[in-house]
């Protein structure tokens, strides 16, 4: 099926690890984005990508760098994890509408 | 600033109309919309609406703007338990920025 996929669908990790989730989209749109999503606090956006080549930063990138390896990937990094990172990340792309992928919940003990 | 606001809570009975509210603050979107989410899954994109519109009717949903007040809402007709999920209004006021609200989650008591 045609969309978003995530990998992994679940992580522990130990404060100061590093990890990267993956994230690929299959519709061709340009842009492509990361959230993470927190209890009674909605989606809150960490980087995005317009384009293939660019990234900005989004709301709350502190602690994170992405890379848009091509038009369909879009990766997210922990270099060094603490435990307010704790989250479901959330990755996107979109054309008129946004589609999402089915999440990562980590957790940083 | 932007920032969209929902009610937390709505439990309605199967059969029932639900009504979920949403207000925002940016009058430049040009998009509203509202995502659906299930216990463990990502967001789902029900339904969207233009600005320049006031209404928009899709099968059982109905959204209605106001862009005075700049009030959004979900009609879901005829609830059904397959409906009890988190329900959230997002606002668009740039190609590439997309502020959601906290989300209302809906039960629907049989």
């Known amino acids: 099926n045609a969309g978003v996929t995530q990998t992994p669908k679940f992580q522990v990790l130990k404060t100061g690890q590093s990890m990267t989730l993956q994230c690929a989209q299959d519709m061709n749109h340009n842009s492509m984005y990361w959230y993470r999503q927190d209890p009674g606090m909605g989606l809150r956006l960490i980087y995005y990508s317009a384009s293939e080549g660019t990234t900005d930063k989004g709301e709350v990138p502190n602690g994170y760098n992405v890379s848009r390896l091509n038009k369909r990937e879009f990766s997210l990094r922990l270099e060094s994890a603490a435990p307010s990172q704790t989250s479901v990340y959330f990755c996107a792309s979109s054309s008129y509408g946004y589609t999402f992928g089915s999440g990562t919940r980590l957790t940083v003990v | 600033g932007e920032d969209v606001e929902q009610s937390l809570f709505l439990s309605v009975r199967e059969g029932d109309s639900s009504v979920i509210n949403c207000t925002y603050t940016d009058s430049s979107s040009t998009y509203l919309y509202w995502y659906k989410q299930e216990p463990g899954a990502g967001l789902q994109l029900l339904t969207y609406?233009?600005?320049?519109?006031d209404m928009k009717q899709d099968q059982r949903l109905t959204v209605l703007l106001n862009k005075k007040d700049k009030h959004l809402s979900l009609r879901i007709a005829d609830t059904q338990t397959g409906d009890s999920a988190i329900y959230f209004c997002?606002?668009?006021?740039?190609?590439?920025?997309?502020?959601f609200g906290s989300g209302t989650r809906l039960l629907v008591r049989p």
């Open positions: 997002a606002e668009r006021p740039s190609s590439y920025k997309l502020i």
């Open positions: 609406i233009f600005s320049n519109m």
